[in-house]
């Protein structure tokens, strides 16, 4: 048995010449023993070196298969270099060909580069310094504690000196550390492995991340893939995560509820007349609603639509404007406006006077061909039109409300419950205002049984008429 002992450090490159050594003088895969650093069991001390039986070997490899070899030797596997030389011999003999994923040793050392590209990955990312610069020293200098799953400081450590080549710094595992001082990189066994003194910069990265955080766009499960649990205690902002969590669903609604935001002076040029919104009047809401972008519908629709009518009496809120509406600018205006219009004036409804809306102001579509098919609105879509409703309201000041449609009760009540349930009842709008709910008038259009139709266009004037007795009393 052959035995050759690599150094911890330089490993990769002790072994490639050892491996190249052994493979021109044929010595074959079992009978070489590979350790690293001093305390490997020493199984065989003693035993006289065997005769090498295989096939000298001039080893010429592909660059890729190389690089593949060399970083899979920085997987924490033990037989890792027993497993590459046979690889290698086999590649060199031409019994494997370089990529031939059926072969099962081939598969595991690219499972393994993979592994530790990823591990290099994640301490690239993951390593935090903090500042241990003495008084009065020319460079600032850092240092930092890091766990890496596999021994891959030397070739992560490159990565650093490049990003940090004005600063020193030193970052320390359980088994090796990389030193960079003066602009020169070192790599030296782990001496003193306490972790570095707490200081402001700890603070800043926990200032950095409080701000680069959107808890609206919070996936704690796509967080933890990203960045697992395991790292965590070398981060400090890490500790912030439980809290941000906690707190992230009362943020996002908070910055849903929150003013519109409106994109940069430099944008008016491409969306011109866009009102500051202390000046936001109803006559001004329908350019505020046409540069809209608090959820991605209208970037498609034609226009945004703006409520139409009178203030202090009715307010009827729909769901969405459609097809009709989109190219008209106007809501209600298409088939089920139609509808609407001629049961109103059948329940002595006077259009006229109340205040005509909807929940959301852009159309969502689907375009077929030449056609643009109704998409539902999302609640997403409808909790950020709440605010344009809200606005509205506040402008209006309805004696009672209308709710079209599950989409309109749900705005306005903030209750999604079973509309058929809940038609022909008062309920209370978020704001204390009170709400008749009832079906959508393309409802009615949707029946294709004319006693159904019927019955549901009685049903639907019923509650019109509900409608002109509230508001007569
Ligand atoms: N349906 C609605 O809900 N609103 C409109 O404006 C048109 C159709």
Not at 98 to 118: I, M, N, T, Y
Not at 182 to 202: V, Y
Not at 272 to 281: C, G, K, V
């Amino acid at each position: 048995m052959e035995r050759v002992v690599l150094p911890r450090i330089g490993t990769v490159a002790a072994w490639r010449d050892a491996a190249r050594g052994l493979a021109g003088r044929g010595v074959p895969a079992d009978a070489v023993l590979w350790q690293v650093g001093a305390e490997a069991p020493d199984l065989f001390a003693g035993a006289p070196a065997p005769a090498a039986t295989g096939e000298p070997r001039a080893v010429r490899l592909p660059r890729v298969a190389v690089a593949s070899l060399e970083a899979a030797l920085c997987h924490s596997d033990p037989e890792r270099f027993a497993r590459a030389y046979a690889l290698l011999l086999r590649l060199a003999a031409g019994d494997l060909r370089w990529g031939d994923r059926s072969d099962p040793a081939l598969r595991r050392l690219l499972q393994q580069e993979k592994a530790v590209r990823r591990d290099i990955h994640k301490m690239h990312a993951f390593v935090r310094f903090r500042e241990v610069t003495e008084p009065g020293a020319e460079r600032r200098a850092f240092a930092a504690w890091y766990e890496p799953d596999h021994p891959v400081v030397e070739a992560a450590a490159p990565f650093f000196a490049r990003r940090f080549g004005d600063m020193d710094w030193v970052i320390a595992t359980p088994v090796l550390t990389a030193r960079f001082t003066a602009g020169g990189l070192r790599i030296e066994e782990t001496g003193d492995t306490r972790p570095p003194p707490e200081d402001a910069t700890e603070e800043l990265w926990r200032t950095y991340f409080a701000n680069i955080f959107n808890p609206a766009r919070l996936m704690p499960r796509a967080m933890r893939s990203e960045m697992p649990k395991k790292f965590w205690q070398h981060l400090p902002e890490a500790r912030l995560i439980p809290g941000l969590i906690r707190e992230a669903p009362a943020r996002a609604l908070a910055m849903q509820e929150a003013a519109p935001t409106f994109a940069p002076a430099r944008a008016a040029r491409i969306v011109p007349s866009r009102p500051a919104l202390p000046d936001l009047t109803l006559e001004t809401l329908k350019p505020a609603l046409d540069a809209c972008r608090r959820c991605p519908l209208g970037a498609c629709a034609t226009q945004g639509i703006a409520g139409e009518g009178s203030a202090g009496g009715l307010m009827v809120v729909g769901e969405q404007p459609g097809d009709a509406e989109d190219l008209a600018g106007r809501p209600f205006v298409g088939p089920a406006g139609q509808m609407f219009d001629t049961c109103a004036r059948e329940a002595g409804l006077d259009r006229a006077a109340a205040y005509v809306t909807n929940a959301v102001k852009h159309f969502k579509f689907a375009p077929r061909g030449k056609r643009r098919l109704h998409r539902r609105p999302d609640g997403g879509e409808v909790q950020a039109c709440r605010w344009w409703l809200e606005f509205e309201r506040r402008a209006v000041a309805p004696r009672l409300t209308l709710a079209m449609g599950a989409t309109a009760a749900l705005a306005l009540t903030g209750r999604g419950e079973g509309i058929l349930a809940r038609r022909g009842r008062v309920e209370t709008a978020r704001d204390g205002g009170p709400v008749l709910i009832t079906l959508h008038p393309a409802h009615l259009l949707r029946q294709p049984d004319p006693a159904r139709r019927a019955e549901a266009r009685e049903a639907f004037a019923t509650d019109l008429r509900a409608v002109v007795a509230m508001l007569g009393d």
